[in-house]
């Protein structure tokens, strides 16, 4: 007995599996389908047509899926069929729905048309504005079963489980590198093709993700709205906020699945997991050296133009860095948020600590390869090799 669910419009069909009743003389049995179901079992079919030819009152589907007109079928049919027949004219990129298209156009154009009624901020599309207004109200519905992290919205739930289950499920076709979002994936391939779409509307610096524009461009409005409720210190975005936090919690979530080195930052161990397998994608165009990332080439290039973007507000002093503008802060400001859990010594700088907190521990992690002698400090290694080079430093040099 067929358990139809009415009212809606159904289709008589055969199954491919199965001949069509003209063509054999064995018993067949009909099927009687929700249109939903078109694309399924008509493969070698005209389905657009044999939709507009019926009329539509509520389409379903068997899993519950349930469609209100033949336009909102055919779209979600191309997730099945592929079809992206909607091209955007600046960067040739294709879509499966208009309204797809039109949200990627406000790259380009820099549409932001949707506000958030608390703060302002401006968004290219209304659900990136009712996401953000969950930061207001503090709602996060979505919660993991594994460490009980909570979401705003469900896709970050699915894609924060990634990190537990170590599923890297998209793959790059020219360097087959995984990862576990598509959107990495994106920004990824865009080392290849040297793409930039998303152009600061200030000075035209241009950044291979939205999200980097973004960042970038609350250094000419200076706006920093996260504050941390610990030391008073405040940023651009939230996600800052959350990775300094862990410089007082002593949080480290990200481990090097080599050798288990723990980080603060996913983007941390990523760029560590490189030196593992000796892959430096970012070449210097004036010394062909080589980096793990784009930002550490970006700051090596100013050794050749002499750049130094960031200033000092109380003694003018220039950096080539703005993690050294941020270091040389500490100066005037009198802070010094690292603290050793042993004996509470403070620090201006996270390597200062580690460097101490050896101290503690007797490590000492770099070894001279000629005598076997160890240092707990890199500079104290350096310094070393010069006893069996028979190099000179550069003070004792001007000395003589």
């Avoid at 290219?124 to 460490?147: D, F, M, W």
């Avoid at 288990?260 to 397998?277: C, D, M, P, W, Y």
């Avoid at 050294?324 to 005037?332: D, W």
């Avoid at 996270?350 to 050896?358: A, C, D, E, Q």
Wanted: overall charge positive; aromatic content about 8%.
């Amino acid at each position: 007995m067929l358990n139809l669910k009415a009212p809606s419009t159904y289709l008589l069909l055969h199954s491919p599996t199965s001949p069509h009743p003209a063509s054999t003389s064995r018993p067949w049995a009909p099927l009687v389908l929700p249109i939903v179901r078109v694309q399924s079992f008509l493969a070698p079919v005209r389905a657009d047509l044999v939709l507009q030819s019926l009329p539509f009152q509520s389409l379903w589907d068997e899993s519950g899926y349930s469609f209100t007109s033949s336009s909102n079928l055919q779209q979600h049919g191309r997730i099945h069929t592929g079809e992206k027949p909607y091209k955007c004219s600046v960067c040739n990129k294709t879509f499966n729905q208009s309204s797809r298209l039109q949200e990627h156009l406000r790259i380009h154009t820099g549409e932001r048309p949707y506000k958030c009624s608390v703060c302002n901020k401006a968004f290219t599309t209304s659900s990136g504005a009712q996401r953000h207004e969950l930061i207001h109200n503090g709602e996060k519905p979505y919660k993991c079963s594994v460490c009980n992290k909570a979401f705003t919205c469900s896709s970050h739930l699915q894609n924060h489980r990634r990190i537990h289950t170590g599923e890297k499920p998209y793959k790059c076709s020219v360097c087959n590198k995984t990862f576990n979002q598509s959107s990495n994936l994106q920004q990824h391939g865009r080392i290849h093709t040297g793409e930039r779409p998303h152009k600061c509307s200030v000075c035209n610096k241009a950044f291979t993700t939205s999200s980097g524009v973004q960042r970038h461009e609350l250094i000419h409005n200076g706006e920093r709205p996260y504050m941390c409720t610990v030391c008073n210190k405040t940023f651009h975005q939230s996600t800052h906020l959350q990775e300094h936090l862990r410089i007082h919690t002593g949080e480290r979530p990200y481990k090097c699945s080599v050798c288990n080195k723990a980080f603060t930052t996913s983007s941390g161990v990523q760029r560590h997991e490189l030196i593992h397998n000796g892959e430096k994608p970012y070449k210097c165009s004036v010394c062909n050296k080589a980096f793990t990332c784009s930002s550490h080439l970006q700051n090596h290039r100013r050794i050749h133009t002499g750049e130094k973007p960031y200033k000092c507000s109380v003694c003018n002093k220039t950096f080539n860095q703005s993690s050294n503008l941020q270091q040389h802060g500490r100066i005037h400001t009198g802070e010094r948020p690292h603290k050793c859990t042993v004996c509470n010594k403070t620090f201006y700088q996270l390597s200062h600590l580690r460097h101490h907190g050896r101290i503690h521990t007797g490590e000492r992690p770099y070894k001279c390869t000629v005598c076997n002698k160890t240092y707990t400090r890199s500079s104290e290694l350096r310094r070393h090799g010069r006893i069996h080079t028979g190099e000179k430093s550069s003070s004792s040099a001007k000395r003589t």
